[in-house]
């Protein structure tokens, strides 16, 4: 994981190792602490009161990528060694970035179901990640992977929770390796009454890659991890006309950020970005960001860095653990205004 300069003591306890519904909650009813990005003022509530804090006219953009069970059990042949395969990121159709453990020689074939296999092609330059080429490609990949993969989880994650858990209600495109979480908290009805209430949503894609390496001495920064992004022309057209009447673009999560930032700074509307965006960044689209509670030095705080001073964004965080907010994809919300 790549690291920020912003340190804080994180108790374990505050880790959240189950999914609001197995704590007795809606998904939609997880604790939400709001800062005010100008006054620096927090505001503690709940997700499902977001309208109290958007205006009519406001935009939201939510990514709909959906996670794919990336965590897959192989045997290598010939040597008939037990290989956990870490998908980390597509490459293309048939090939992807994967972490191996144990690794395994280039050129040796991994078998993981009775249709599906791999060849491993190369290791990737300075990293533990090696290229792997599936002998499908497309949905009939997708569907082998479905068919036996497991979702990524961290130490903190105490149960093997079901794929389901590790989706928001709207995805729709495949290609995450970790849940785009800020999308989480959101109902469809919840959706909906901010649509009646005069609030905007719309989507883009941004399949995301694999953030931690299973070793502390692999540091990924942002720009040495490459994900793949889509914005429509028809969403672009829309974030213009909301800030040329005077509202606000809502970007839900990191990754909704990253895309739309790199689009605006590119003029490419799809492609890989390993944008890296921190205080000294000049934000073309989002005037606020929804996202979730990060750990201790992770990139993400560089990211908020934009939205706010590291001095307030540190000071609010210290709010967070005092009120006993919950972190990581099965927490708490963030909304920065």
């Not at 870490?86 to 293309?92: D, E, I």
Request: proline share 4%; aromatic share 10%.
């Amino acid at each position: 994981m790549a690291v920020s300069t912003m340190d804080f003591h994180l108790p374990p306890e505050l880790n959240a190792s189950h999914p609001p519904e197995k704590r007795g909650l809606r998904r939609d009813h997880v604790r939400m602490m709001v800062l005010d990005r100008f006054s620096g003022k927090i505001r503690h509530d709940s997700f499902y009161n977001l309208l109290h804090y958007l205006q009519p006219g406001d935009l939201i953009i939510l990514n709909n990528s959906r996670t794919i069970p990336a965590v897959l059990q192989a045997t290598a042949q010939p040597s008939g060694t037990k290989v956990e395969v870490r998908l980390a990121r597509r490459k293309c159709e048939d090939t992807w970035e994967a972490l191996l453990v144990p690794s395994i020689d280039a050129g040796c074939t991994i078998f993981l179901s009775n249709e599906l296999s791999a060849t491993v092609v190369s290791e990737k330059e300075n990293s533990p990640l090696t290229l792997i080429q599936f002998n499908k490609r497309g949905t009939d990949l997708y569907n082998g992977i479905y068919a036996i993969g497991e979702p990524v989880r961290y130490e903190y994650i105490e149960h093997a929770w079901e794929l389901d858990f590790y989706q928001t209600v709207f995805a729709s495109h495949p290609g995450s390796v970790e849940m785009p979480s800020a999308g989480r908290a959101f109902s469809w009805e919840l959706l909906f009454k901010l649509q009646r209430n005069g609030i905007q949503a719309d989507f883009i894609q941004l399949h995301t890659g694999l953030s931690y390496l299973l070793d502390d001495k692999w540091h990924q920064t942002p720009k040495e991890n490459d994900e793949e992004y889509c914005v429509s022309e028809s969403v672009m057209d829309r974030i213009f006309k909301t800030k040329a009447a005077g509202k606000r673009v809502i970007a839900v999560g990191t990754t909704v950020v990253r895309a739309l930032e790199t689009a605006a700074s590119t003029g490419k509307l799809s492609g890989e970005t390993n944008l890296y965006i921190d205080a000294n960044y000049p934000m073309k689209m989002a005037d606020g960001i929804l996202t979730g509670f990060h750990e201790p030095k992770a990139s993400h705080l560089d990211m908020l860095s934009a939205f706010v001073s590291q001095q307030q964004l540190l000071s609010a965080y210290h709010q967070a653990i005092a009120s006993s907010y919950l972190w990581h994809e099965f927490g708490d919300m963030n909304l920065i205004v």
